[in-house]
Nanobody, 124 residues
């Protein structure tokens, strides 16, 4: 199983980045997919999740209206469009897969597979 995140980098406050995560080794279209992030010295926190079917999403309050999660089941990828970036968005961003369940999870304990992360740095 491999979850390969990409798209991180350096951005200015108010700018944008688009993260992608390519998934292999699992039947992608039956897994909910999420993004989490971890800033230096802080705990990992939930960012956004998308249902296996693609018809439902949920975003953390801190990013709602600025970030948008999406998926392409044919290409086995999940993306995170990040607009109006803020310095507090600086973190290592991880994609994660959770075998489909009745409710989308915001708890990292529930996730079955993780990528290695891609670093996002936002300068003020």
């Amino acid at each position: 199983v491999q979850l390969q995140a990409s798209g991180g980098g350096l951005a200015q406050a108010g700018g944008f980045l688009r993260l992608s995560c390519a998934v292999s080794g699992i039947p992608f279209n039956i897994y909910d997919m999420a993004w989490f992030r971890q800033a230096p010295g802080k705990e990992r926190e939930f960012v956004a999740v998308i249902k296996w079917s693609g018809d439902s999403t949920y975003h953390a309050a801190s990013v709602k209206g600025r970030f948008a999660i999406s998926r392409d089941n044919a290409r086995k990828t999940v993306s995170l469009q990040m607009n109006d970036l803020k310095p507090e968005d600086t973190a290592n961003y991880f994609c994660a897969a959770h075998f489909q369940s009745r409710t989308m999870s915001m708890s990292f304990d529930d996730y079955d597979y993780w990528g290695e992360g891609t670093l996002v740095t936002v300068s003020s």
